[in-house]
Nanobody, 120 residues
Framework: QVQLVESGGGLVQPGGSLRLSCVAS????????MGWYRQAPGKERELVAT???????NYADSVKGRFTISGDIAKKMLYLQMNSLKPEDTAVYHC??????????????WGQGTQVTVSS
C-alpha cells in the first residue's frame, strides 16, 4: 500500500504564509500525479492544487496567485507554499497520490491531513 504523511500545518494570521510537505512511502510502482485537497468543517473536500509526473500543475481558482505546488514525484515528495493566507483557507489539508502498487490498478491514496488555521 501507499502511506502519505503531511506536515507543516499550524495557526497563522491573515496575510501570513505556511509551507506544507508530504512524503509518500510503500510498495509504489509508479505515481502519476500528486495533489493537495482541503476540507473545512461542514464542507466537502475540495481540490487545492495538483501536479503530474510531467510537471503540469492545476490550481483551484480560489488559490491561484497565492499558493504554489511543487515537488519531486520520482522522490515521492510534495510541497504546497501558501502565501497571503485568508480565514477562508482554514481547513484540514490532505495529500493525495494517484499511484500503482503491485497487483493493483491506479488508485487514489490519501494522507491523514494537517490542520491549517488562519485567524487573528
Amino acid at each position: 500500500q501507499v502511506q502519505l504523511v503531511e506536515s507543516g500545518g499550524g495557526l497563522v494570521q491573515p496575510g501570513g504564509s505556511l509551507r506544507l510537505s508530504c512524503v509518500a512511502s510503500g510498495s509504489i510502482i509508479t505515481i502519476n500525479a500528486m495533489g493537495w485537497y482541503r476540507q473545512a468543517p461542514g464542507k466537502e473536500r475540495e481540490l487545492v492544487a495538483t501536479i503530474t509526473s510531467g510537471g503540469s500543475t492545476n490550481y483551484a481558482d480560489s488559490v491561484k496567485g497565492r499558493f504554489t505546488i511543487s515537488g519531486d514525484i520520482a522522490k515521492k515528495m510534495l510541497y504546497l507554499q501558501m502565501n497571503s493566507l485568508k480565514p477562508e483557507d482554514t481547513a484540514v489539508y490532505h495529500c493525495n497520490a494517484k499511484a500503482r502498487v503491485p497487483l493493483t490498478r491506479l488508485s487514489d491514496y490519501w494522507g491523514q491531513g494537517t490542520q491549517v488555521t488562519v485567524s487573528s
